[in-house]
């Protein structure tokens, strides 16, 4: 049937979404009642065309528009190829013929929508360039999609060339693209072909970008999962040739005789192979990826590498132990004298037992160092673990299994790592253990380090009871104090003291300076240092009681020799009295004691400092005269006693105490003497900026009262060291090795001690003691003639 070119009075579609382009085939669904009659009607009349329009809102689904301003206005006159009468909706099947303009809108009946009245053929141009552009791109659009090919198909079975028709090629290239619908209404309304031809094949453009994103991601896509299949593939075709091949087994046969092989050689417990059964039981019935299969299989992992039944085979001999010990270390004879007790003991029962013994003393004697050597002496394992500050209890105990990276105490990981069931393991630092919101990691201790109970030591992550009772446990710790009792009870305390010059001399000699001239790539050839030098060093640079800072000045020394030796300064270094101080510059220590000849009322005490002994002297003045014949209603008035120096509540208490004793004494001795009546005196311990607290200056407190109350200097070159009670009674003190130290470097001659400390100062090497007059006294009556001969 010919299509009319001029046909008045069709009716208006009004659609949604993409416009209808002529000679495209589109399905349009009319629900308005009144469009749907008028459309029967033309139809019956053999008058099925159409004008469809483009509603300016998408939004509004109906057909038909109350006013034209809904509506764009340039559509597409439409054949009605087929119409499907649905009842309460027509379905037609409509070919576009040509664009179409409204130009005016007649009046109609009420029940009949607004109908377009006529249309107008738009006139087309033709541009070569512009199609043959277009022509190309959907080329490419089709090259790269498929999909494409059946619509241009479809489009073109109107059976005209693409090429030959400009207008219909930049309506296929708009129809084929998925513009937005106003993108697709502005090449419907152009009505400039090239410029319509322009805006075609911008939309082509955009559309052919999009294909090639869309068909590069694909690929990305598809060749991440081509790969990720084959590798699977390939995986468990090797998994079926192994197993065919007799190489590998399951995952959890292979597990579980993992598990198996590493018990064949140890001998467990039965309690605890139970447990083993039990979990390997479990393992068997889970599945690979649940989380409870990873924590069974790592709890089974501890398990078994326990070193259950496997011990190192202990050195039994004496004389070997010795020369080891000797070797590593210079002087500390109690320890070595305990170690070889140790061995002694082991050999006669013929089993080792484990101990716990606490090396305690100032930093830098070695503690630490001589544990090494005790295991290297022993043939043991060795492991070490500071608690310094450690504030959780779970670093001791373990995890329970329920927390996520559960993991079991130190001392299982000690075991683990050394593979023996009696290592030795040194605990550094005790006296520094914290206390933290997870608990006291000191409490947590006493099970470890208990002999009555570690037999059976409960890990919160294994579970299983352990036997510490074959470990040797050495801690290590600078002052005692801090030590809770309950932990300190179990232990055996070794006291190791510092050094005297002597000793120190001896270790610089055949320790340090060979370890330090290797360290710093000299060699004897061409660095030494003289023994007077080194005397020199230790005295005026080195006084604490360790040699950590004697290790640091000698390597001070060696690294200035290097840089001469290859700056070309010199070829050869004799470090000698004359130019230390070229290597370690001004001496700290240039006197030894505060007074040569000490004047009334100044007394040489002797402290314990955590760095070693050290000499205190004791200063006493009259702040005031006494009061003279001045009465208050109760008597006479009494004195004052100002003390300063930074001292703590122990030696304030203390120097009250020596106050009223010494007025008591000077009241029996010389009745006649009424210094202390009414007198305001000031008393100070020199080194204001130093605290100094602890039970050890009575008595020197009472000697300079007494001093100053007599106007008569004490003896020279005597020191004392002792508490006084309140009737004079002297009680012992500690720290009499570190005392005698300080006094001998000091330049005393005459020490006065407490009665009870005579078997400490009995332990002491000869070197030290020699060429000291010693006088143990128990009451201060048997002192003061001592300190005060001319009285």
């Not at 009223?660 to 029996?668: H, I, N, Q």
Request: charged letters at 30%; proline letters at 5%.
């Amino acid at each position: 049937m010919l299509v009319p070119e001029v046909f008045p009075n069709v009716p208006l579609i009004a659609v949604s979404r993409n416009p209808v382009f002529p000679r495209f085939i589109k399905i349009i669904e009319v629900k308005n009642k009144g469009l749907m009659d008028l459309l029967r009607r033309k139809v019956r009349l053999a008058q099925p065309y159409a004008g469809v329009f483009l509603k300016k809102d998408d939004a509004n689904e109906t057909d038909v528009v109350e006013s034209l301003d809904a509506i764009y206005n340039t559509g597409t006159f439409v054949q009605i190829h087929e119409m499907q009468d649905l009842g309460d909706k027509l379905r037609m099947i409509v070919m576009g013929h040509r664009r179409i303009r409204i130009t005016k809108q007649m009046e109609v009946e009420p029940d009949e929508p607004a109908s377009a009245a006529s249309e107008s053929k738009v006139q087309e141009a033709d541009l070569i360039a512009l199609t043959a552009e277009i022509v190309k791109t959907i080329r490419d659009i089709i090259a790269l999609n498929p999909l494409y090919r059946e619509s241009v198909l479809q489009m073109m079975q109107a059976g005209q060339r693409v090429v030959d028709n400009p207008i219909y090629l930049s309506d296929m290239g708009a129809a084929l693209t998925g513009a937005e619908s106003h993108e697709l209404q502005d090449v419907l309304e152009e009505t400039n072909i090239p410029k319509r031809l322009y805006k075609a094949l911008s939309l082509l453009k955009k559309e052919y970008e999009l294909s090639k994103l869309q068909q590069r991601l694909g690929r990305e896509v598809e060749e991440k999962i081509k790969l990720t299949h084959r590798k699977y593939l390939l995986q468990e075709q090797l998994k079926i040739i192994k197993k065919e091949l007799g190489l590998e087994k399951e995952d959890k046969d292979a597990i579980e005789e993992k598990f198996r092989e590493r018990l064949k050689e140890r001998t467990v417990p039965q309690h605890i192979m139970d447990v083993i059964n039990e979990e390997l039981n479990k393992l068997s019935l889970l599945d690979n990826h649940s989380s409870e299969f990873n924590v069974t299989r790592n709890y089974l992992d501890w398990l078994t590498s326990m070193p259950w039944g496997t011990n190192s085979e202990e050195n039994l001999e004496l004389k070997r132990a010795k020369e080891v010990l000797e070797e590593d270390h210079y002087g500390m004879d109690d320890v070595k004298k305990r170690i070889l007790e140790f061995i002694a003991v082991s050999q006669l029962r013929g089993s080792t037992q484990g101990k716990i013994l606490c090396f305690y003393g100032p930093p830098g004697v070695g503690k630490t160092s001589i544990a090494r050597s005790i295991a290297r002496a022993l043939n043991r394992e060795y492991f070490r673990f500071s608690v310094g500050g450690m504030t959780d209890v779970a670093e001791i105990k373990g995890h329970r299994r329920t927390y996520v990276g559960a993991m079991p105490g130190k001392i299982i990981q000690c075991l683990k790592k050394t593979k023996t069931e009696n290592p030795l393991v040194l605990i550094d630092e005790v006296d520094k253990i914290g206390r933290g919101y997870q608990g006291d990691p000191s409490s947590a201790l006493l099970e470890l380090l208990d002999p009555e109970q570690n037999f059976n030591f409960l890990d919160h992550y294994l579970d299983v009871p352990v036997d510490l009772s074959k470990v040797l446990f050495i801690c290590t710790a600078n002052v005692t104090d801090t030590i809770p009792e309950p932990l300190r009870d179990r232990m055996e305390m070794i006291n190791v003291s510092g050094y005297v010059a002597q000793e120190k001399l001896a270790i610089a000699e055949k320790y340090l300076v060979p370890q330090l001239r290797t360290q710093c790539g000299l060699t004897e050839d061409t660095t030494d240092i003289s023994p007077e030098a080194l005397n020199l060093l230790i005295r005026q640079y080195c006084r604490e009681s360790g040699v950590r800072n004697l290790q640091k000045q000698v390597e001070k020394v060696f690294r200035k020799v290097a840089f001469r030796i290859v700056s070309g300064e010199e070829t050869a270094v004799q470090v000698t009295p004359d130019n230390l101080q070229d290597y370690v510059g001004k001496p700290i220590f240039t006197v030894d004691r505060m007074y040569d000849v000490t004047p009334p009322g100044v007394v040489m005490g002797l402290a314990w400092t955590a760095m070693g002994g050290t000499t205190l002297f004791i200063e006493t003045s009259l702040r005031r005269p006494r009061d003279t014949g001045g009465k208050d209603k109760d008597g006479p008035r009494d004195g004052s006693l100002e003390v300063t120096g930074q001292l703590g509540d122990v030696m304030k208490e203390s120097s009250k105490i020596a106050c009223t004793f010494a007025r008591t004494f000077l009241m029996k001795q010389q009745p006649d003497n009424d210094f202390f009546s009414g007198a305001h005196l000031h008393l100070h311990v020199p080194e204001g900026a130093t605290p100094k607290d602890g039970p050890s200056a009575g008595c020197t407190i009472v000697t300079a009262l007494l001093s100053l109350a007599t106007n008569t200097p004490v003896r020279e070159n005597v020191a004392m060291t002792g508490e006084v009670s309140l009737t004079g009674k002297i009680l012992p003190v500690g720290g009499i090795k570190e005392k005698t130290i300080a006094a001998k470097r000091a330049g005393v001659t005459c020490m006065i001690l407490p009665a009870e400390n005579k078997k400490d100062f009995s332990d002491l090497p000869e070197f030290i003691t020699e060429g000291l007059e010693v006088h143990f006294v128990d009451h201060y009556s048997k002192m003061y003639p001592i300190v005060f001969p001319q009285q």
